[in-house]
């Protein structure tokens, strides 16, 4: 488990690394359910929506920068599923 201490130390603030692992970990849970990208894509980012518009204490540019680390964060998973089905020549990518 990632600890906050470790999380702090980094120049990328503790809100947007914990939106992109969110995601990352929303896009692992879909996709080995389903086993749809473009399904757990959409999921992921309806959750991430629903999430940023509920928060009403955040600025535009807040929510904003939110949104840009939930993407980062399923276009990592994403890259990972491409290499991963090159690298061991997966059928069902």
Not at 22 to 49: D, K, N
Request: aromatic share 12%; glycine share 2%; net charge neutral.
């Amino acid at each position: 488990m990632i600890s906050m201490r470790l999380l702090s130390k980094t120049k990328i603030p503790t809100d947007k690394l914990l939106h992109f692992l969110v995601s990352f970990a929303l896009m692992t849970m879909f996709y080995s359910f389903s086993r749809e990208m473009l399904a757990s894509i959409a999921l992921t980012l309806v959750i991430g929506l629903i999430k940023e518009f509920r928060d009403s204490h955040n600025s535009v540019q807040e929510k904003i920068d939110d949104l840009l680390a939930n993407f980062a964060g399923i276009a990592a998973f994403c890259l990972i599923q491409i290499c991963a089905a090159m690298i061991w020549d997966f059928k069902d990518f």
